[in-house]
């Protein structure tokens, strides 16, 4: 029907005529204002496959999930289901085409019934009426296929992520869906949940049902998917048989460039120690966490999502309570009840929310910066703005972490993740009794080029003796910027590794070990 | 730990079994008083009847609140809707223009309808907040009401005819609270447009991505209201043979805090018929039973305002243990 | 010092926008004020000054209920505050107490009131401050009610403190220059210190302001006690012109308040808006209350124009904003 024909790059395998394909996107090219969001994909799914899409964070994958879903139209390119071309103006469009994703974060009616949840826009009427006890039936029945161990009438908001996942799954059933795509499903979730959740997949796959998954996590991949495809930096790569290809050139693939270029760490001599918390617990997230931080190191705190780093950070830096524990900064303890505190100690924590947590989008950059120090430079008893000498301030550090802005008055909004993060950076450094620096997924987000300037910031900053404790789901910056390593799994420190004996498998195992330990134990 | 959580959960679930249980309770204890003071039953038919009587007007718009509470709004404009509607009623009758009961019902029915349009319109269009539209329109209809009145009131004579639907004795009340009560309970619990309510109020977001227009559903809310804000006008008008441009002022809060109580969530989402209907009658059962404990009726406002930060705060402290004890059980 | 790539970043102050809200306020002001001097040929400043006290009062609560609105809350209790401390204070002067103590009530009344509202909305964190502001809107009012008792109203036995306070210094009435001076305080605060900014902060996004070191909770249980005692004031210049309480009294206060806030540009979601508009639009209102009284035209008819002004002020950002929203989709979709 397309006079165009299938490109195959150097590294895909071709694929040939004869191939059963339920769909089939080629040349996609979908273009954010100022981003080519995707650039030229091309995708196939064979019936009853599980198919693995990999790639980095940014890679394009979600959106290329929202094309597919028809959350985005595509500027360019082609989408086939079963040989017939397709456009889909809206969700709804792919919904009754037969193609249902699953979020990593489900988007849910807290409020309502499981069985509500599932068939929220399709349910069953008869006489104008819902008929509540044949939902709830078929309900159980699709929980039942999926192994469930929860109630149709139970409301959705009092689930675990895994359990609305699994909702989600069955709501994608009960479409009758025969292509289900499921974003990141295992982030987060345990050992447990994610050996129960392959099964779920699986099952769905004998019954007929082509699978699209999307993964950070290797061994996802290789325990399901029998093809990846993979997309760097927009573009598409290639596709591949899982048995045929090595774990070293799926990576290659994947990151495509010497990791050297990536993360320029400068060599820092390493003073003493600068912050140490020992015991830390706080309630249902973290406990007995202990940990230190030397001035002029890079320490990395790695593990899944749900492990609760950024928990008990958050419980260090006093805007949750801790239940135990006892934090010093230069071998002095220090008290912390509330954020200021933190501050006054010296101790700076970047979130992992820069658009939620680390900025006003709609103040100007230099009132962001000038914030937490506004009162230490104010004039008289009534702490008038000294708004003259805020301008300096914001203009020095700004200019410091080199942002990409023509005044400090340019919204928060208008600048990309990566120059977001660099404010936030020059909101942490116009403290001036800064010591500790932690930094929450530093690089979420954020685009590639300005990944590599946020890393020469950090070295930048090591070198000056600031203690830089750095929070990260994504191993490739953690082996290349610390000194040290600490794994966290489920609220614990189940590992500390030097950077010399530090891989990227020892550290997966070390983030799930404590969790399979407990399995074993349970069994 | 387990055993707690489920006690809890289900404290929490069901709102409505324990208003019933504290209903029950109230009732009997006031009946005793009653009773064994010599003063008669507390739960004769008249008394019940006037509770029901003397509290329609905050039954019929609490359905009203409900939905739009519901999808975590909220229209402060009703008791002016009220107001201009009985107005126009009963301006309507004093100037001998139409005498028609069933006629004048449907005008301050559809008068209503239309306020509540307006509202709902520049809500849901121009995503301005709620509160503020409807305390525009607030102002608005009650002025209305004195421009309409011509500073004059319609009273007794003027409004005999109609009266007789709202007098003491007549089944007229009752028989428009039990229609509203059956057909929302109806509606709210297995229409798809009841449904669609709720799933906007829970999550506009998913809502509108599933194929809800969302703005329609926040429009017939608002126009719901305001129907039954008009209905109420014109019942006031009829019950308390009387129609004055200020007539049930500052209303509205005691609707809201009738479905408070009832344990509708001003964040949106949850809240049901029947917990509104207790709530209501919670409300109504109290200023009756208070001058009959000893208590003058001048206290009523106080152990109202009591009762409604009571209920919040209790419901707020419920689901923090719940919180914490799922926080608990957490596997580390 | 210039960062690696030598990329400097401009101070130099922007030149504030040539319309504004409150540049429209300004003219809606003089229009007013020609309106007057049109229709009514008694209105000249004299008048003006004499009929203002009674609508003044009000306004004494417009300023907090500004810093409210800006941190993203609301308190609708604040009429109900009023009456509380309109009636505590007549007792107090029923009892023979000297002035000093009866200010001292009345404020006092107030500020617990405010601290009242203040402490459950700091600890109750996750309620939204209009449920449990109703609540103890309702309590306020009923223990008022309780007070005074099965008369429903209580007045002042010795009026002449109150009297003295709604007099004039000059043409000029107390209440007057007092709204003045505390309209300079308030908007000094807003406008020139960090607390000011804080309240900014919290309203435009309170994870942030946490996350930067403010003191959220202090800041939001100080507004709360301040618009309570504001409301003591704004009881006690009640209570120098209508020399008593009722249980009606303060009804309604709230909503006119917080609509002079909104007609003044301050917005309800916070973050936005300052007490400079919500001063013109207050002045405006109580303006046209006496223009329109002036004329013997029905208080009632006022509150018509107060609707569709609050409505029409809310209306045009919204509506502007969609425009430039889809001008700017439009000049996307062309870019692309």
């Not at chain 1, 769909?23 to 996609?28: A, D, Q, R, T, V």
Request: aromatic share 6%; net charge neutral.
């Amino acid at each position: 029907m397309s006079e165009e024909t299938v490109k195959t790059t150097s590294a895909g395998t071709a694929s040939s005529a004869d191939e059963d394909l339920i769909l089939e996107l080629k040349g996609i090219t979908k273009i954010f204002p100022g981003v080519k969001a995707l650039d030229n994909v091309h995708f196939q799914l064979r019936r009853g496959e599980i198919h693995a899409l990999m790639g980095e964070n940014g890679a394009g994958k979600s959106t290329f999930i929202k094309v597919i879903t028809g959350v985005h139209a595509a500027e360019e390119g082609h989408m086939y289901l079963n040989g017939q071309e397709v456009h889909f103006k809206g969700p709804k469009d792919a919904l009754e085409a037969g193609i249902a994703a699953v979020y990593q974060h489900p988007t849910i009616y807290p409020t309502l019934s499981v069985t509500e949840n599932i068939f929220m826009g399709h349910e069953f009427i008869r006489h104008g009426m819902i008929q509540w006890s044949t939902m709830n039936k078929e309900a159980q029945k699709l929980l039942d296929r999926l192994d469930a161990d929860f109630k149709p009438t139970a409301e959705m908001g009092a689930l675990s992520v895994a359990q609305q996942q699994m909702v989600e799954i069955a709501k994608a059933l009960s479409t009758d869906a025969k292509i289900i795509i499921l974003d990141e499903p295992t982030a987060a979730l345990t050992a447990n949940e994610s050996e129960k959740l392959y099964r779920i997949v699986e099952q769905l796959r004998d019954s007929g049902v082509s699978i699209i998954f999307i993964s950070h996590r290797m061994e996802d991949m290789y325990r399901l998917a029998s093809r990846v495809t993979v997309l760097r930096d927009s573009k598409y790569i290639g596709t591949y048989d899982v048995d045929k290809i090595t774990n070293a050139d799926l990576i290659k693939a994947m990151v495509g460039r010497e990791i050297k270029d990536m993360y320029p760490k400068p060599k820092v001599e390493i003073g003493e120690e600068a912050f140490r918390i020992e015991g830390i617990s706080r309630l249902g997230y973290c406990k007995d966490v202990s940990l230190n931080v030397h001035k002029g190191e890079i320490v990395g705190l790695t593990g899944l999502v749900g492990a609760g780093r950024t928990e008990t950070m958050e419980a260090v830096c006093g805007i949750a309570k801790a239940s135990a524990g006892k934090i010093f900064v230069d071998g002095k303890e220090v008290h912390i009840k509330n954020p200021t505190d933190s501050m006054k100690a010296g101790i700076v924590l970047l979130p992992e929310d820069r658009t939620k947590q680390g900025l006003i989008m709609d103040w100007g950059l230099g009132d962001n910066v000038t914030l937490p120090i506004q009162d230490e430079i104010a004039k008289g008893p009534f702490k008038v703005k000294n708004i003259q000498q805020e301008r300096e301030i914001s203009k020095h550090y700004l200019e410091e972490v080199d942002t990409k802005a023509l005044t400090i008055y340019d919204l928060g909004s208008s600048l990309s993740g990566g120059n977001q993060q660099k404010v936030v950076v020059a909101k942490a450094l116009a403290q001036k009794n800064m010591k500790v620096l932690i930094m929450d997924e530093p690089t979420k987000g954020v685009d590639v080029g300005a990944k590599a300037e946020i890393y020469s910031i950090m070295g930048d900053l090591a070198k000056q003796g600031y203690a830089i404790l750095m929070i990260s789901s994504e191993m490739p910056e953690i082996l290349g910027m610390s000194d040290r390593i600490y794994t966290m799994c489920k609220g614990r420190i189940t590992g500390c590794l030097d950077i010399s004996e530090a891989t990227q498998e020892r550290l997966l195992e070390l983030s799930m070990e404590h969790g399979n330990e407990e399995k074993e134990a349970a069994q | 730990m387990e055993e707690k959580t489920s006690v809890w959960k289900r404290l929490r679930s069901s709102r409505e079994v324990s208003l019933v249980l504290i209903l029950v309770i109230m009732l009997i204890a006031v009946e005793c008083i009653q009773y064994f003071g010599g003063n008669g039953h507390f739960l004769s038919p008249t008394n019940i009847g006037q509770i029901f009587r003397n509290n329609a007007l905050t039954m019929l718009m609490a359905l009203g609140m409900l939905c739009v509470l519901l999808t975590a709004g909220i229209d402060i404009s009703i008791a002016s809707t009220l107001g201009f509607c009985g107005m126009v009623v009963g301006m309507l009758q004093k100037n001998h223009i139409c005498q028609n009961t069933l006629l004048l019902f449907l005008l301050a029915a559809v008068i209503g309808l239309g306020c509540g349009l307006l509202n709902g319109l520049i809500i849901a269009k121009c995503h301005i907040a709620p509160i503020i539209v409807s305390m525009g329109f607030m102002y608005i209809w009650r002025g209305l009401a004195y421009v309409v009145s011509g500073n004059q009131w319609a009273s007794g004579a003027d409004v005999a005819h109609f009266a007789e639907f709202g007098k003491d004795g007549s089944a007229g009340p009752y028989i428009v609270l039990i229609v509203a009560y059956v057909a929302f309970f109806i509606i709210m619990k297995w229409t798809r447009f009841g449904r669609r309510i709720y799933a906007v109020g829970s999550n506009s977001e998913a809502a509108s991505v599933s194929g809800i227009n969302v703005d329609r559903v926040l429009i017939s809310v608002y126009m719901i209201m305001g129907f039954l804000a008009g209905l109420s006008g014109a019942l006031s008008v009829s019950i308390y043979a009387s129609a004055q441009p200020n007539m049930q002022y500052g209303k509205e809060m005691d609707v809201i805090a009738a479905c408070v109580i009832g344990g509708v969530s001003m964040n949106g989402g949850r809240g049901s018929v029947v917990g509104t209907f207790l709530g209501a009658l919670f409300y109504a059962v109290l200023a009756k039973a208070l001058p009959l404990v000893g208590l003058d009726s001048i206290w009523q406002n106080l152990i109202k305002g009591v009762v409604v930060l009571a209920v919040v705060l209790l419901n707020t402290l419920t689901q923090r243990a719940m919180d914490r004890s799922n926080l608990e059980r957490r596997e580390m | 010092m210039a960062g690696k790539s030598g990329r400097t970043i401009d101070i130099t102050p922007r030149k504030g926008k040539f319309f504004r809200w409150e540049t429209g306020l300004i003219f809606i002001f003089i229009a007013v004020i020609i309106f007057g001097n049109i229709v009514s040929p008694s209105f000249n400043v004299k008048s003006v000054f004499m009929n203002m006290p009674k609508y003044l009062a009000e306004m004494f609560m417009m300023f907090a209920m500004g810093y409210i609105l800006i941190i993203a809350e609301i308190d609708i209790s604040v009429g109900s505050i009023v009456c509380l401390a309109a009636t505590m204070t007549c007792f107090a002067n029923n009892a023979g107490l000297p002035m000093a103590a009866q200010v001292i009530i009345c404020l006092g009344v107030g500020t617990l009131c405010g601290v009242l509202n203040g402490e459950i909305l700091t600890h109750f964190q996750e309620l939204p401050s209009m449920i449990v502001t109703l609540g103890t809107q309702i309590i306020f009012r009923g223990i008022a009610e309780v007070s005074m008792g099965s008369g429903g109203s209580i007045s002042l036995s010795d009026t002449k403190g109150f009297a003295a306070l709604g007099g004039s210094i000059g043409i000029v009435p107390i209440a007057f220059i007092l709204i003045i001076i505390a309209a300079v305080c308030f908007i000094f605060i807003l406008s020139k210190t960090t607390t000011g900014r804080k309240m900014y902060a919290i309203g435009s996004n309170h994870t942030t302001a946490l996350y930067s070191g403010i003191k959220v909770q202090k800041i939001r249980r100080n507004c709360y006690i301040l618009i309570g005692a504001m409301a003591g004031v704004c009881a006690m210049f009640m209570l120098a012109t209508s020399f008593g309480a009722n249980t009606t009294t303060g009804q309604g206060f709230e909503m006119d308040v917080i609509s002079m806030c909104v007609f003044g540009g301050i917005a309800t979601t916070g973050g936005k808006g300052n007490l400079i508009g919500a001063s013109i639009a207050g002045f405006t209102i109580v303006l046209l209350k006496i223009v329109l009284s002036l004329l013997n035209i029905s208080g009632q008819t006022i509150l018509v124009i107060i609707g569709i002004l609050l409505i029409v002020s809310v209306m045009i950002p919204s509506i502007n904003e969609q425009i430039t929203n889809k001008k700017k989709k439009a000049a996307l979709a062309a870019k692309a």
